[in-house]
């Protein structure tokens, strides 16, 4: 069974940083393309960053420069480090693998997010 487990969010002034946690079990995060999404309130939850098992990685055009997503396969785990932190960078901050199975079904897992809430 798949299950991802995000930690690190917080409360932060603008210009801070913050480091996201997201430990998987059930599958190697080496494996997979993993990602990093977001939801503001009254808002559409948007793809931040993403890690394929090659270890490219691509951006929000939001948050270039300022936020780096990582893995440690050793620790099953993947980051997202978060600096220059603004106002508008304020969410849900959720960690996400897609799955396709062998008889060709897509299933998205996801954690239960973390708050990063960034002060002004």
């Known amino acids: 069974q798949v299950q991802l487990v995000e930690s690190g969010g917080g409360l932060v002034q603008a210009g801070g940083s913050l480091r996201l946690s997201c430990a998987a079990s059930?599958?190697?995060?080496?494996?997979?393309?993993m990602g990093w999404f977001r939801q503001a309130p009254g808002k559409e939850r948007e793809l931040v960053a993403t890690?394929?098992?090659?270890?490219?990685?691509k951006y929000a055009d939001s948050v270039k420069g300022r936020f780096t997503i990582s893995r440690d396969n050793a620790k099953n785990t993947v980051y997202l480090q978060m600096n220059s932190l603004k106002p508008e960078d304020t969410a849900v901050y959720y960690c996400?693998?897609?799955?396709?199975?062998?008889?060709?079904?897509?299933?998205?897992?996801w954690g239960q997010g973390t708050q990063v809430t960034v002060s002004s």
């Open positions: 890690i394929t098992s090659g270890g490219g990685t």
């Open positions: 996400n693998v897609a799955v396709i199975y062998s008889d060709g079904t897509v299933y998205h897992y």
């Open positions: 059930g599958l190697p995060v080496s494996s997979y393309a």
